[in-house]
């Protein structure tokens, strides 16, 4: 059974750079697109972006000036960067497997809540 | 504004049946596989059909999906008062649109 835990701050300043990551364990991340998605409170579910470990990468159009998704297969994560956040940003942000034409999401991670305030 | 289109609620009494719609265009359903999620309160969504009409293991049968052209529907029958969630629709989107594109989710309430 795959299993996906983000890790990040819970805290961004506006203007700064959020970073997170996720840990896959029970499979290997050499398979599959590996997706960012977002949620902001009490809204609906927005898509960031995927990446394949050969480094082939699907953004959200409307993110994608801010938006870098990376994989470590050594250490079995991938990894997002939004920059020059707003309060906009602020949401549950999940880790996913899947993204893709072929295969979308199926596994999620439970979903770290992330602030941008000062 | 999503680029799918679900109604935002939905109801039912148990042992009901209900269905929640999800409307697109030729460059996301009418093209592409339609995914279902259930999201309960407070969690991570969880993937409930896929590619079209197709169930994970261990999703029930009561749950079931379709798709006509543009359009694509979840059914749920024998309802129960576990089934209260979130419900979204997702296609990938060969337009600029895309290329991940969710429909604004449907809450389901069980009367």
């Known amino acids: 059974q795959v299993q996906l835990q983000e890790s990040g701050p819970g805290l961004v300043k506006p203007s700064e750079t959020l970073s997170l990551t996720c840990t896959v364990s029970g499979g290997s991340i050499s398979s599959y697109y590996w997706s960012w998605v977002r949620q902001p409170p009490g809204k609906g579910l927005e898509w960031i972006g995927s990446m394949y470990h050969s480094g082939s990468t699907n953004y959200n159009p409307s993110l994608k000036s801010r938006v870098t998704i990376s994989i470590d297969t050594s250490k079995n994560q991938f990894s997002l960067k939004l920059t020059s956040v707003t309060a906009a940003d602020t949401a549950v942000y999940y880790c996913?497997?899947?993204?893709?034409?072929?295969?979308?999401?199926?596994?999620w991670g439970q979903g770290t809540l992330v602030t941008v305030s000062s | 504004q999503s680029v799918l289109t679900q109604p935002p609620s939905a109801s039912g009494t148990p042992g009901q049946r209900v269905t929640i719609s999800c409307s697109g265009s030729?460059?996301?359903?009418?093209?592409?596989?339609v995914y279902w999620y259930q999201q309960l309160p407070g969690t991570a969504p969880k993937l409930l059909i896929y590619?079209?009409?197709q169930r994970p293991s261990g999703v029930p049968d009561r749950f079931s999906g379709s798709k006509s052209g543009t359009s694509a529907s979840l059914a749920i029958s024998g309802l129960r008062s576990e089934d209260e969630a979130d419900y979204y629709c997702?296609?990938?989107?060969?337009?600029?649109?895309?290329?991940?594109?969710f429909g604004g989710g449907t809450k389901l309430t069980v009367l």
């Open positions: 997702a296609a990938w989107d060969d337009s600029l649109s895309g290329p991940v594109v």
């Open positions: 030729s460059s996301n359903i009418g093209t592409n596989y």
């Open positions: 590619r079209n009409d």
């Open positions: 996913a497997r899947g993204g893709s034409k072929q295969w979308l999401v199926d596994y």
